[in-house]
C-alpha cells in the first residue's frame, strides 16, 4: 500500500521567508503528484500536478519538484505571507483512481 | 460556475438513524469520490465512482451506502449511524481517473456530521 508521508507536521514562519514543505511516497511508480491547499474549515483547494514525466511545476510563488527515483517531492513557497497559512496536502495516484494523501503540514506565515 | 456543491453542510444525528449527506457536480465529470477526513488519519476514500451506475468501495466503505443513478449526484448514505462515522466528509470528482492521464480532483466544501 502506498504510504504518502510530509513532514514537518507544522512550521511556523515570519512573513517574507522562503520555506520548503517535503512529501515522501514508498512506492515510485506513480504517474503524478498533486499538492493541495485546505484552509481551516473548508474543502481542498488543487494548486499543482506534477505529471510523472515532469520534474517540476510553477504557478506564481509556488514551485512543486518531483523526484519519482527516490520517494519524493518538495514544495517550495516564495516570499511567505500570511494569506499563505493553510494546511498543505500532497496526495498521489492509489490504485489508479482515487488519491492517496499525506496527513499534510500546517503553516503558519506570522506578520 | 457552480461547481461542486455539498449539503447539508452541517448534520447532528444520533446513533442508529439513517442519514443521506449529498453531492452534486456540474461539469459532467465521470469520476466522482467520497472521503472522510479524521485527526490523525487524514483523507480516507470511502466510495468511488467512475460513471453513472458503477460504484466501487474505497479503503473505510463499512456502514456507507453510495448511488450514481445521474452522473452529476452522488448521494452517500449511512445506513445506520454510529459515532465513529462522525467526522468531515469531502466529495470531489474529476474528468479523469486520477492514473495514467493525470487529472486533478475538484473537491467539495464538506459536510461536518457529528452522531451522537
Known amino acids: 500500500k502506498q504510504e504518502v508521508t510530509q513532514i514537518p507536521a507544522a512550521l511556523s514562519v515570519p512573513e517574507g521567508e522562503n520555506l520548503v514543505l517535503n512529501c515522501s511516497f514508498t512506492?515510485?511508480?506513480?504517474?503524478?503528484l498533486q499538492w493541495f491547499r485546505q484552509d481551516p474549515g473548508k474543502g481542498l483547494t488543487s494548486l499543482l500536478l506534477i505529471q510523472s514525466s515532469q520534474r517540476e511545476q510553477t504557478s506564481g510563488r509556488l514551485n512543486a519538484s518531483l523526484d519519482k527515483s527516490s520517494g519524493r517531492s518538495t514544495l517550495y513557497i516564495a516570499a511567505s505571507q500570511p494569506g499563505d497559512s493553510a494546511t498543505y496536502l500532497c496526495a498521489v495516484p492509489s490504485s489508479g483512481y482515487a488519491l492517496n494523501f499525506g496527513k499534510g503540514t500546517s503553516l503558519l506565515v506570522t506578520p | 460556475d457552480a461547481g461542486i456543491t455539498q449539503s447539508p453542510r452541517y448534520k447532528i444525528t444520533e446513533t442508529g438513524r439513517q442519514v443521506t449527506l449529498m453531492c452534486h457536480q456540474t461539469?459532467?465529470?465521470?469520476?466522482m469520490f467520497w472521503y472522510r477526513q479524521d485527526l490523525g488519519h487524514g483523507l480516507r476514500l470511502i466510495y468511488y465512482?467512475?460513471?453513472?451506475?458503477?460504484?466501487d468501495k474505497g479503503e473505510v466503505p463499512d456502514g456507507y451506502v453510495v448511488s450514481r443513478s445521474k452522473t452529476e449526484n452522488f448521494p452517500l448514505t449511512l445506513e445506520s449511524a454510529t459515532r465513529s462515522q462522525t467526522s468531515v466528509y469531502f466529495c470531489a470528482s474529476s474528468a479523469r481517473t486520477s492514473g495514467t492521464q493525470g487529472e486533478t480532483q475538484y473537491f467539495g466544501p464538506g459536510t461536518r456530521l457529528l452522531v451522537l
Open positions: 461539469w459532467s465529470h465521470s469520476y
Open positions: 465512482s467512475a460513471a453513472a451506475d458503477i460504484t
Open positions: 512506492d515510485s511508480a506513480i504517474y503524478n
